[in-house]
C-alpha cells in the first residue's frame, strides 16, 4: 500500500484554490461584482458542515478501534 506524502497533497488543494482566487481577481477586475451574500454563506456553510462529518467521522472510527483493541 502506498503512501501519500503530505505535500502532494498540498500541491492539489493549492492547485485548485490557486484558479479559484485567479478567477475571482478576474471577474473583479471586469467589474462583475461578489456574489450573493446567501450563496456565500450557504457555500460556507455547507463547507463547515462537510468538514464536521468528517471531523466526527474519525473521532468515531479512532474510538471504535481504541474499544475494539481493548475488549478484543
Known amino acids: 500500500m502506498t503512501?501519500?506524502?503530505p505535500q502532494l497533497s498540498s500541491d492539489g488543494v493549492d492547485l485548485i484554490a490557486v484558479r479559484q482566487n485567479?478567477?475571482?481577481?478576474?471577474e473583479r477586475a471586469e467589474g462583475a461584482g461578489?456574489?450573493?451574500p446567501a450563496i456565500v454563506y450557504t457555500e460556507l456553510t455547507l463547507?463547515?458542515?462537510?468538514?464536521?462529518?468528517?471531523?466526527?467521522?474519525g473521532i468515531t472510527f479512532g474510538l471504535g478501534k481504541l474499544i475494539g483493541s481493548a475488549v478484543g
Open 34 to 36: 461578489p456574489p450573493a
Open 3 to 5: 503512501k501519500h506524502s
Open 47 to 57: 463547507w463547515v458542515v462537510t468538514f464536521l462529518g468528517f471531523l466526527v467521522a
Open 22 to 26: 485567479m478567477l475571482g481577481i478576474k
